[in-house]
T-cell receptor
Framework: GDSVTQMEGPVTLSEEAFLTINCTYT??????LFWYVQYPGEGLQLLLK?????DKGSNKGFEATYRKETTSFHLEKGSVQVSDSAVYFC?????????????FGSGTRLLVRP | DAGVIQSPRHEVTEMGQEVTLRCKPI?????LFWYRQTMMRGLELLIY????????DSGMPEDRFSAKMPNASFSTLKIQPSEPRDSAVYFC????????????FGPGTRLTVL
């Protein structure tokens, strides 16, 4: 079945460091891809999305490119801030009859130190 | 816009007791989801409603779990009887008809069953 695999955490970085969180997926056809962020004590918020191959989603300095060839959707940010500390979830939404579903990866915790 | 509202935010109960979690989706959203988040299993879709009708309840763990959506502005998730392994954070999410696969999450209910 469809699934999402993302890198284990926690990822610990110093402020202004470069961030990459890897995400790969397995799905039939071409799903929509998402990154959600969960701050402590809160629900998940959509960070960015891409709905077709080669699309780049971006928001708040974060970017991710839908790579069909490598079935990947890696999250990047050029310079992280302490306020970016959170858990990041990669997710996919299948095409077709199950398009209502969001299938999540296990989450990657990011800790940014001052 | 108040966002998705969940209550209670925290619930501590003893094994065997009935637990009811409540959700008010965003006004105008016609899809509603209940998710469960645990360390071991990550985020799991429990049930999906569309226009107040349960469409996919394949994720409901067992007969102790039940969910209802009596109208477009209210849903409940009930566990009876509760067990310690039900301890988790339960999220409600909603989505508009024409909003694509993006879901808006509530802040969650942290359930602890002693």
């Amino acid at each position: 079945g469809d699934s999402v695999t993302q890198m284990e955490g926690p990822v610990t970085l110093s402020e202004e460091a470069f961030l990459t969180i890897n995400c790969t997926y397995t799905a039939t056809g071409y799903p929509s891809l998402f990154w959600y962020v969960q701050y402590p004590g809160e629900g998940l918020q959509l960070l960015l999305k891409a709905t077709k191959a080669d699309d780049k989603g971006s928001n708040k300095g974060f970017e991710a490119t839908y790579r069909k060839e490598t079935t990947s959707f890696h999250l990047e940010k050029g310079s992280v801030q302490v306020s970016d500390s959170a858990v990041y979830f990669c997710a996919l939404s299948p095409r077709g009859n199950s398009s209502y579903k969001l299938i999540f990866g296990s989450g990657t915790r990011l800790l940014v130190r001052p | 816009d108040a966002g998705v509202i969940q209550s209670p935010r925290h619930e501590v109960t003893e094994m065997g007791q009935e637990v009811t979690l409540r959700c008010k989706p965003i006004s105008g959203h016609n899809s509603l989801f209940w998710y469960r988040q645990t360390m071991m299993r990550g985020l799991e879709l429990l049930i999906y409603f569309n226009n107040n009708v349960p469409i996919d309840d394949s994720g409901m763990p067992e007969d102790r779990f039940s969910a209802k959506m009596p109208n477009a502005s209210f849903s409940t998730l009930k566990i009876q009887p509760s067990e310690p392994r039900d301890s988790a954070v339960y999220f409600c999410a909603s989505r508009p008809l024409a909003g694509g696969p993006r879901a808006f999450f509530g802040p969650g209910t942290r359930l602890t069953v002693l």
